[in-house]
């Protein structure tokens, strides 16, 4: 799973590569964007693999896997280039286009 997230993070930045290049592709570039960010939500709950390494008892606290961590990440950073996105379609920011 991890490598599919990979995956739809190049897909990601193919389609804001081509949005950035030709400007009247904002609405589907939109739409891309939140399907590849409900995929990786979907990832995000169902991955089935070991999600905690070893507990760290010096700050009480479970690190994540390397996999799980790629997925997670993955899923963070999309979710923040959507909000840049709803961002710049609203008209209230356009710092993602710029």
């Known amino acids: 799973m991890s490598l599919i997230a990979l995956l ?3 897909l990601a930045f193919a389609g804001y590569y081509v ?3 030709q400007h009247a592709y904002y609405t589907p570039g939109l739409g891309l964007q939140v399907v590849i960010t409900v995929l990786l939500l979907i990832m995000l709950f169902t991955y089935s693999g070991k999600r905690f390494g070893w507990f760290n008892f010096a700050t009480w606290a479970h690190n994540f896997t390397f996999r799980y961590a790629i997925i997670v990440l993955s899923f963070i950073i999309n979710a923040a280039v959507l909000a840049l996105y709803i961002l710049n379609a ?5 710092l993602i286009f710029q």
């Open 90 to 94: 609203t008209g209230t920011n356009s």
């Open 8 to 10: 739809l993070d190049g």
């Open 19 to 21: 949005q950035n290049t």
